[in-house]
């Protein structure tokens, strides 16, 4: 089995993140430093405008944490991979790209929070589960999940979830809002990939700021929050990208933008 498990490649404009880990995509260490590599790869690409978070896998999405290596190492060991888990996931919520988990299969654990730190998140139909049952171990979500899964769905329900290690199929993760669309999973990747480059013909210095905004004002007072937007709206009436949404608007056509 190759070393290599968490490849980025793009085929502009879009950028992939791959994870492929045999049997289940489960993460240790260097899964988790690769998967880091790849986000910081993605990030600095020109070429790439929306990045989709994908499995290799048929079944398997991600079965979370690798078991046996947690309960082989040290507390201090398993501690330096949450560490690494945090600061690789925090990397996409940093990021003005937006980032699509695209899930073909079963999302567990740290499975389900990698998807959590992407932006969105299309689900394929299936008898699959996602959710985060690390109470069965003892443990709690600890990479995001106990931070995101509330913001996401609201604290009550999250709570629930997490104390009863509770697993959901894929339209019960739609009705919650784990996930934002279901569709047929023969058509998971098409409909992924479409969708991401709609986004990526936008404009993406707006996008990008849009999720600025959203990300780090949620967590300001309101007038703060407030004072933020009026920050990244200002430089935005200087771009290129706005003088062309005027202008189309104005002639009646579709904008061409380019992202300046």
Known sequence: MSDQVVTFSQSAPLGYITLDRPPANSYEINYMRQLDSAIEAADGSD????IILRSASERFFSAGADIKA?????PEANMEMIRTAHLALDKMGASRKVFIACINGHALGAGLEMTLACDLRIAAEGRYKLGLPEVTLGLLPGNGGTQRLPRLIGANKALEMMIQGQTVGPEDALRLGIVNQVVPAEDLVEKTEAYAKK???????????????????????LREGLAFERQLMEPLFHTEDAKEGFNAFAEKRQPHYKGR
């Open 47 to 50: 070429e790439a405008k929306v």
């Open 70 to 74: 947690f309960a082989a190492n040290t």
């Open 199 to 221: 986004l990526a013909a936008g404009p993406g210095l707006a996008i990008g700021s849009i999720k600025q905004a959203v990300y780090r004002g949620i967590h300001k007072p």
